[in-house]
């Protein structure tokens, strides 16, 4: 029974979306666009006119040594930090799932670091993680290991400390949606897979694996793109070293924008992390037809 | 899988291990913020002893009556508050809004516009920073609180989320209210808000929660000491009081007791929210 609605209502609905169309526009699509067009100028802040500068910016990054560092440094925290977080969210969404004890307190327990903010949670880690006086090379020289890490004091380390952190932070997050994922299995799946002499091992394979690919593809979808946003970790644990080890790359454009105030640089930097990100999105939604099993 | 109830001997035992295990990593997951506790409640030198205590000699209860002098702990803490509600009870209402028009009126090129909306789940904010602290700028806005909160109160994933609970809605609950005399806002506000409870409080923890936490945006819109927010004050204890750590971890865990309450009480919204849409950016 379709009513034809009053002809008031193209108004009522348009003055209802009309304060977030606004804000939509003014802080989110019109900087967009403007970001682009800054990118191919060179645009220093304050109010000092810019001059159009064509593709100089993007020639200079092509060269430009710090930029690729960060951008490498980057790619190896978005390599060790997707894998370590969906392997740990996995592991603790199955275990989770198949306890019936304390359930409620481990989900808590897990998920909470997600909560707290990364401020917080950096600052604590650089008290535990120090080198000499933290409890954390102080239980591994205890377990025999005469020469710990120096953390976040060694170019070597100090990124894999932030990865760390990072997926100690992170991996409560991705467990939940795991977990809703594995919960919505049906039972009667397993009972079959039961009846046709499939063990535990089998019936993950073939079974929860299968099932669970749409949200571990999202989980997958998610962190990648979580990997590329990674800032206040590095700026409160390192401030992007020691050296350049630990800088990132929107660690990278808030210094060039917020502390050199190379603004149309850090602009087209910017440009760059948005098609690393559009790409991602769009190759990792092509392949999700290979991959994922409905 | 492993069944709690199940009779054979080796399968109890394999139950036991694994509640073990992971009761041992809940403590691996819990230890910074048991170390926060245990810091805050005492003095440096305790704190560094060698062989180090794993526990507080006696408790130093003075870090959290300094803090509070030691830097403007006290402005610090209002501003986070301050913004942070502002910031949720308008990002609800404007999202809330935007949602009802989706999911129950007529809007010209509604889809167009939606997915338009859309593109902010699948764009990080670190991408448009940049030109938007200069749209802000140039707007006279930086280094204000209103600056701030404008560029925060559009949520692409609060309109996806409450979109989905009103279309959950039936739509003849509109065209009852509209026969007995309703006019739209009054719907919205009367009969469709309260029924969406659910939905609401969701958006509203996870906004509380992120805007209570969020460091970058504060760090390049707020620069007066009297407009900064906990996490830039942390941040710069950190940077100049960086021997003082039984301050630094009474501040730290006085900025964190918020975030606790808040998560303990609404833990339900919490997974609920995560586990039906997984976005939050």
Same mark, same amino acid.
Request: aromatic content about 10%; cysteine-free; proline content about 20%.
């Given at each position: 029974m379709k009513r034809r609605l009053p002809y008031r209502d193209y108004a009522t609905g348009t003055l209802f979306i009309l304060p977030a169309f606004v804000l939509f526009a003014v802080f989110i699509l019109y900087p967009l666009v403007y970001g682009f067009y800054m990118s191919f100028t060179d645009y220093g802040g304050f109010n000092i006119k810019p001059n159009f500068t064509g593709l100089a910016n993007y020639k200079k990054l092509l060269g430009d040594a710090y930029f690729q560092i960060s951008l490498k440094n980057n790619l190896i925290y978005t390599a060790l930090f997707v894998p370590l977080t969906m392997l740990f969210a996995l592991l603790a969404a199955i275990a989770l799932n198949s306890v019936l004890h304390l359930r409620q307190y481990l989900r808590v327990a897990f998920y909470f670091p997600y909560i707290t903010s990364m401020v917080s949670i950096a600052i604590v880690w650089g008290l535990l993680l !120090?080198?000499?006086? %933290?409890?954390v090379n102080h239980i591994l020289k205890a377990i025999g290991i005469a020469h710990p890490p120096e953390w976040l004091m060694s170019s070597d380390w100090a990124l894999v400390a932030v990865v760390l952190v990072a997926v100690w932070k992170s991996f409560g997050y991705y467990m939940i949606i795991l977990l809703a994922g594995l919960q919505g299995i049906p039972e009667y799946l397993y009972e079959s897979a039961r009846l046709d002499g499939a063990g535990r091992f089998k019936q993950f394979l073939y079974i929860t694996l299968p099932s669970l690919s749409p949200t571990l593809f999202m989980v997958l979808v998610l962190t990648v793109i979580n990997s590329f946003q990674v800032f206040d970790l590095v700026s409160v644990m390192t401030d992007g070293g020691? %050296?350049?080890?630990? !800088?990132v790359l929107v660690f990278r454009i808030y210094q060039e924008a917020f502390?050199?105030?190379?603004m149309g640089y850090a602009a087209s930097m910017s440009v760059v992390l948005f098609l690393i990100i559009m790409i991602i999105s769009i190759v990792q939604f092509r392949l999700e037809r290979k991959w994922v099993t409905y | 899988m492993l069944n709690a109830l199940g009779n054979k001997r080796r399968d109890r035992i394999a139950y036991a291990l694994l509640l073990v295990l992971l009761v041992a990593c809940s403590i691996v997951a819990l230890f910074p913020f048991l170390w926060m506790i245990s810091a805050s409640l005492r003095t440096d030198v305790d704190l560094f002893r060698n062989p180090m205590n794993?526990?507080?000699?006696s408790l130093y209860l003075d870090n959290f009556k300094e803090v509070w002098t030691a830097i403007p702990f006290g402005t610090y803490f209002w501003n986070t508050l301050k913004l942070t509600v502002i910031i949720t009870v308008l990002q609800v209402l404007i999202c809330s809004m935007a949602a009802y028009a989706f999911a129950k009126l007529r809007i010209p090129f509604k889809n167009a516009i939606f997915l338009l909306f859309m593109t902010n789940l699948m764009m990080p904010w670190h991408s448009i920073m940049v030109p938007q602290f200069t749209v802000v700028s140039e707007l006279g806005l930086y280094n204000t609180h209103t600056g701030y909160v404008l560029v925060q109160l559009f949520s692409g994933f609060g309109i996806f989320l409450l979109r989905q609970f009103f279309l959950s809605l039936p739509a003849e609950l509109n065209e009852a209210a509209r026969i007995d005399g309703f006019g739209e806002w009054a719907i919205y506000w009367r009969i469709i808000l309260p029924l969406a409870r659910a939905g609401v409080s969701t958006l509203a923890i996870f906004t509380f929660t992120f805007m209570w936490n969020d460091y970058l945006a504060p760090l390049i819109y707020l620069q007066d000491d009297g407009l900064k927010t906990l996490q830039l004050g942390l941040k710069s204890f950190q940077t100049e009081h960086t021997t003082d750590y039984g301050l630094l971890m009474a501040g730290t865990l006085i900025a964190t007791i918020p975030m606790v309450v808040v998560f303990l009480a609404g833990e339900r919204f919490f997974t609920k929210g995560v586990a039906t849409t997984g976005m939050k950016n």
């Open positions: !120090n080198p000499e006086r %933290g409890p020691p %050296g350049r080890s630990t !800088n502390i050199h105030y190379r | 794993w526990i507080p000699q």
